[in-house]
């Protein structure tokens, strides 16, 4: 999981951080937790990414990390930005 820049919280604009809360195994699956979010204002968004092993090669089935850290950056007027 690489590193990627997150925006400043949107309510107060201090810097964000992204934590792994987790993991475990289940049915097959090493499923690993993380949440990006403003420890002042206590937003939080939460992903589970799934990794599970074909042919001996691990496959990454969802990317929580990837998914929380593009929830967290979305901002409301992205879209009008990409018009402008």
């Known amino acids: 999981m690489g590193q990627t820049e997150l925006k400043p919280c949107p309510f107060c ?6 934590v792994k809360t987790g993991n475990d ?8 937790n993380y949440e990006v979010g ?18 001996g ?16 950056n979305r901002r409301a007027d992205d879209d009008r930005r990409k018009a402008d």
């Open 25 to 32: 195994m289940s049915s097959g699956a090493f499923i690993v």
């Open 57 to 72: 090669e691990p496959m990454v089935s969802v990317d929580g990390y990837k998914e929380c850290i593009d929830q967290w």
């Open 38 to 55: 403003c420890k002042e204002c206590r937003i939080r968004f939460r992903g589970t990414t799934y990794i599970y092993m074909k042919g």
């Open 13 to 18: 604009g201090r810097k964000a951080s992204i």
